[in-house]
């Protein structure tokens, strides 16, 4: 396999990177020392890839919403035994997960690690499906979809990308619909894997008390050869504005709350990552304990301690989300708004932003001597072929007007949708 260094020149740290002949990339993180290791084997795929070819199809083939998710709980079993059962045989805890451009499976052990890399690297290559398990877990998902209907946060989450997103597939549930999932057969689930989980087309992260000798041997007796397939995605356009600035819901809830979401221009790479952490840091600065901005609304009786924001951000969209109980939700996205003016032409809190850019920083150096936050790290800047080490960088270099510049965009007319849940069972849009 071809190596490659990756150093951190601030704190001597590196990253071993392995590129398999299948083309599969490796990222290894050697930490002696450390008594446990934990893995991610991922798929760029997720629920909004629902439109897709290869070199091998004349035409792009349009699939059920959903079955990422699907093809995710599949490959958890197979002919002669189920995933959990073999990392419980050794002692090591397995898990998957799907979002909306990536299926991420990995394991957590404190022993046996290179066994638990084997039943890794073997359920993900070893597809099983047939009509009976397939529609076994038609029920099963079901039920999930269900559950995720009644759950208020979960709802009121899509209620928000549903009225900012007109067509981009991030507005619909990881899991689709009942409907969309009663559509998947056997034959959907293998195309998909063969046109994802194709090695140019994920990686492989691990970090702990491991080498990259011994990472590197496992991968070559384990792995299976890969060819480049030609996949090629499809997006439907997306207008640049809201399809929806107000929507109210009435769910079973005991507080009103609310969700404002700003609908940002989408980005790649090292300007997606410069992009969410300036908005991880924008969010700070105005829900903070420490934010004066936070503590006027809080003052006021506006806002409580659930006032908090998040950046979310993909193939297609990028949004910032704000989001707090609150007897006046209007008002407070008002205010929000008016901040964000306000800084326009009078600037930031200069202190405040010097305290929470130290604080990232040092939150950062902690993960690089934690092995789970690590292999996350590794994890989330493998896919968007960025250096893990790049976050310090970026972050060291973040200005003031960083914040401002994207302040502007949050604040440009047509890109926020609010959704306000208050206490009863009926929605009614508005």
Not at 287 to 303: M, N, T
Request: aromatic content about 10%; overall charge negative; hydrophobic content about 35%.
């Amino acid at each position: 396999m071809n190596r490659n260094i990756i150093r951190n020149d601030i704190t001597g740290d590196k990253i071993i990177r392995l590129t398999s002949p299948s083309g599969l990339d490796i990222y290894v993180c050697e930490m002696p020392g450390f008594s446990s290791v934990t893995a991610y084997f991922a798929a760029r795929y997720g629920s909004v890839n629902t439109c897709f070819k290869t070199a091998g199809d004349s035409e792009f083939t349009a699939v059920p919403e959903g079955i990422a998710h699907y093809l995710e709980h599949k490959l958890f079993e197979n002919e002669d035994c189920h995933a959990f059962e073999k990392y419980s045989q050794i002692g090591a805890s397995g898990n998957a997960f799907t979002g909306f451009d990536i299926t991420a499976y990995t394991f957590t052990c404190s022993k046996n690690w290179q066994e638990a890399l084997r039943i890794l690297i073997g359920l993900v290559q070893t597809p099983y499906f047939t009509e009976e398990n397939v529609a076994k877990e038609q029920g099963i998902i079901a039920q999930e979809i269900k559950m995720g209907s009644d759950d208020p946060i979960r709802k009121s989450s899509f209620a928000l990308l549903e009225a900012m997103y007109t067509n981009n597939p991030v507005r619909i549930d990881q899991g689709g619909t009942i409907e969309s999932i009663a559509k998947i057969t056997p034959e959907l689930l293998y195309k998909c894997y063969d046109a994802f989980y194709n090695p140019g087309n994920m990686f492989l992260v691990i970090a702990g008390n491991v080498t990259a000798d011994q990472v590197e041997e496992i991968c070559g007796e384990c792995l299976a050869p890969g060819s480049d397939n030609g996949l090629e995605t499809a997006f439907p356009d997306e207008p640049d504005t809201v399809r929806e600035e107000l929507v109210r819901l009435k769910l079973p809830v005991g507080n009103t709350f609310f969700r404002m979401g700003f609908k940002c221009a989408p980005c790649s790479g090292k300007q997606q990552l410069k992009k969410n952490i300036t908005g991880g840091m924008l969010c700070d600065l105005l829900v903070a304990s420490s934010s004066g901005f936070y503590r006027k609304l809080h003052g006021d009786g506006l806002v409580n301690s659930t006032f908090r924001g998040d950046i979310l951000s993909g193939n297609g969209f990028w949004t910032l989300t704000l989001t707090s109980e609150t007897d006046q939700p209007e008002k407070v996205c008002q205010l929000i708004l008016e901040e964000l003016e306000r800084w326009k032409s009078q600037g930031i809190d200069k202190a405040l932003f010097s305290s929470i850019k130290k604080a990232i920083y040092g939150d950062m150096v902690y993960t690089l001597n934690n092995v789970d936050r690590t292999a996350s790290l590794l994890l989330n800047n493998a896919f968007l072929n960025v250096s893990p080490y790049e976050d310090m960088k970026l972050i060291s270099g973040l200005t003031e007007e960083d914040i401002l510049e994207l302040a502007g965009e949050l604040t440009t007319p047509g890109r926020s949708s609010i959704v306000i849940v208050e206490g009863g069972m009926n929605n009614d849009n508005s």
